[in-house]
């Protein structure tokens, strides 16, 4: 689902990215969309801080309660796996032609909504998360393995430069 839906938000969807002629500015570019990424993270340390204080729970290190113990799950695990999503797409940049950077605000929506995806299907029941989860992490660690073929195979004279 996750390359369908992709591909069809790179032909449809009527944008371009900017002219990035040099590494620094890509950096930058992805830093900047990287930032709508921390979107459902935000949101989700604003609902799990109002969850716990609206929780019945007056020991603060006491158990927590099942509604508290799910958005702090969500938003450590959201966390971990945009530092990774973000380091990928940060080195993806310096990989891709200038044609192809479109795929950098892609990805960053693409991580946002199956953040959110995830969230609400782990809010629903814990059997349901794994859709949410494999929409995070396949496309992740589709930028790993292209990541790794442009600096070992494409470019491996240039591997620590």
Known sequence: LCPCLIYGAYVFLPFDAPLLPTVSARL??????????????VLGMIISGISRLCSSALEPFGELQREVEIHRTYVSQSVYLFILYFF????????????LLKLIPLLTGLFAISRLIFWLSYAISRSFRAFGFS?????????????L???????PENVLS
Request: overall charge negative.
């Open 135 to 147: 929409m995070t992490f396949l496309p992740l660690l589709a930028m790993l393995l292209w990541n």
């Open 149 to 155: 073929y442009g600096m070992f195979i494409l470019e």
């Open 88 to 99: 990928n797409m940060a080195v993806l940049a310096t990989y891709l032609p200038q044609e």
């Open 28 to 41: 930058v570019y992805t830093l900047r969309c990287a930032t709508f990424a921390t979107f459902p993270i």
